[in-house]
């Protein structure tokens, strides 16, 4: 068997569990249950969860290179994105992403803005985009 062949094996075997685990052992907080709680972050009590992708750097891979180089961190790399709750919870997280992909590109790959359609979530200048099917909280773009 090709190292390939393997590979989607494992991948495919992942999925078939991915979501059945998430339905069972990740809750999503409604407003409601934010509020009961007192679960807010500081300057932003309307918001639900933060979104940030995180980096960690991999060793040179032997084929496609392209693929894992991130040119803003000037290696090879790895993303994951997580959404934390204000209680700093781990609500989701999306990892495995080659390193040329946009913080953007990773988050409409992730399937999550349909529990953000009226609960809003922070985010940093790389989501500018996601508030136009979503609710987000985004800092402002210099001119």
Same mark, same amino acid.
């Given at each position: 068997?090709?190292?390939?062949? %393997?590979?989607?094996?494992?991948? #495919?075997?992942? *999925?078939?569990?991915?979501?059945?685990?998430?339905?069972?052992? /990740? =809750?999503?907080?409604?407003?409601?249950?934010?509020?009961?709680?007192?679960?807010?972050?500081?300057?932003?009590?309307?918001?639900?969860?933060?979104?940030?992708?995180?980096?960690?750097? %991999?060793?040179?891979?032997?084929? #496609?290179?392209? *693929?894992?180089?991130?040119?803003?961190?000037?290696?090879?790399? /790895? =993303?994951?994105?997580?959404?934390?709750?204000?209680?700093?919870?781990?609500?989701?997280?999306?990892?495995?992403?080659?390193?040329?992909?946009?913080?953007?590109?990773?988050?409409?790959?992730?399937n999550v803005e349909e529990?953000?359609?009226?609960?809003?979530?922070?985010?940093?200048?790389?989501?500018?985009? /996601?508030?136009?099917?979503?609710?987000?909280?985004?800092?402002?773009?210099?001119?």
């Amino acid at each position: 068997m090709t190292k390939r062949k %393997i590979y989607t094996v494992i991948k #495919n075997a992942i *999925e078939d569990v991915h979501q059945p685990l998430v339905s069972e052992y /990740i =809750k999503w907080y409604s407003k409601q249950e934010q509020e009961q709680n007192n679960f807010a972050f500081t300057n932003f009590p309307q918001c639900l969860a933060i979104v940030d992708v995180t980096v960690q750097p %991999i060793k040179r891979p032997t084929e #496609n290179q392209r *693929e894992w180089y991130s040119g803003k961190h000037k290696t090879h790399v /790895i =993303k994951s994105q997580t959404i934390n709750g204000a209680d700093g919870r781990v609500m989701h997280v999306y990892s495995g992403i080659n390193g040329r992909v946009h913080d953007i590109a990773i988050w409409r790959n992730s399937n999550v803005e349909e529990q953000f359609q009226n609960n809003p979530i922070l985010a940093d200048k790389a989501y500018i985009g /996601i508030q136009h099917n979503c609710q987000a909280i985004i800092p402002i773009r210099k001119t």
